[in-house]
């Protein structure tokens, strides 16, 4: 029960979220309850290898949606996740390949960081590397972490497949990249394997 309560919260969540972007123009007017009272960030995206705090603080409101894909774009694959992580759901988020206003990406990442805060890395069915979301209800079915290629690029990353909470339908595939040596900077995007020149989905932040 607890399980299907999480697959149906995401599920309507999701589809909410996803009707009022997909109607969003990209010059939403400051009137647009999307966007009103968000600030636009000072573009100082500054990665601290030796400050893994000050790194997510920027990623999360200093640089721009583009710089966020960008720092996505160029980090090396690197070290595997292990144990606990706190995420952040960063303000970058593609609608069909096109970039959404920055203000429109802050609001959704703020209505989904309501529901979970951590993932955690660990071993699975079989004794597999596995992946589960930590929801305020608990933790998820997760999903297998596995070395691949990049659905948006195809370089290297970590990938988890989160199909298992929706029914087997991969609405929701991490990417990961190492940015520091604390910070991993990812996407969440669903679609399948293959490499998608039009992306849905936002990017995140784990350490």
Known sequence: MTRLR???AASVLAALLGSAFAAAPVSAAPSNPLTSHRTAPDG???????DPQATVDALQHRCTSRQILDLFASAKV?????????????????FGG???PYGVARTMTTAQSTLGDSLTFTTGPGGRPWVYKNYIWGRDAGGPLTPGLSRLDHKPVWTADFSRDFAGVPISIHEYRQLTPGVWIGRDIGGGSSTSARPTGGAIAVS
Do not use: E, N, S
């Not at 100082?44 to 030796?50: F, G, L, S």
């Not at 690197?78 to 593609?94: C, E, H, M, S, Y």
């Open 6 to 8: 999480g697959v149906v």
């Open 44 to 50: 100082r995206c500054v990665v601290a290898k030796d």
């Open 78 to 94: 690197g070290d595997v996740p292990t144990g606990r992580k706190a995420i952040a759901l960063l303000p970058a988020f593609q």
């Open 98 to 100: 096109r970039l959404l």
